[in-house]
């Protein structure tokens, strides 16, 4: 199954040094039965871009008011077998038991540096906007409207050491 996991550049570093990662809780995002159900329409693509967006999002709270982290949301696209929906948390949410390895990794999505300003002011008011407050709302869209850069898992290193 195609997995979206919600990172950081940090935690991306982690991955290339030690070749693998744990994601925080386990936690993943994936096109689930759920998830298709939710929708009236749209295609597998379509979807799992709405899965990958859940995760991107989830990246943000990862970053949170941590000033040492980089302002960019990361994406790690990973195919992996051990996993466990949580329709009880969303209809995205799964469980990933274990560590990923940097070999199940299809590719990595992160924020290019336009995004960062953005990406920092949504990073502060995420909760916020989940509590329904207009303005994070729009401070979070502005993050939202800026497009992740696609990267392959051979690419890491090189876009670490540019960063």
């Known amino acids: 199954m195609r997995v979206y996991l919600p990172a950081t550049i940090g935690m991306l570093h982690k991955l290339v040094s030690e070749g693998k990662l744990q994601p925080l809780g386990g936690t993943g995002f994936a096109l689930t039965p759920a998830l298709r159900e939710s929708y009236v329409s749209g295609d597998t693509e379509e979807l799992e871009y709405a899965a990958l967006l859940d995760a991107a999002r989830a990246s943000l709270r ?8 980089s302002p960019r949301r ?19 949410v799964v469980k990933v038991s274990g560590p990923i390895v940097l070999d199940e990794v299809a590719a990595v999505h992160v924020d290019t540096e336009e995004a960062e300003k953005a990406v920092r002011a949504a990073a502060a008011v995420i909760d916020a906007a989940d509590l329904g407050d207009l303005d994070a709302e729009f401070t979070l869209g502005e993050a939202e409207d800026h497009e992740l850069a696609w990267y392959a898992p051979q690419e890491l290193p090189f876009l670490l050491e540019l960063l």
């Open 62 to 69: 990862l970053i949170g008011d941590d000033q040492k982290e």
């Open 74 to 92: 990361v994406v790690i696209s990973a195919d992996l077998e051990n996993v466990t929906t949580r329709p009880d948390l969303d209809a995205a």
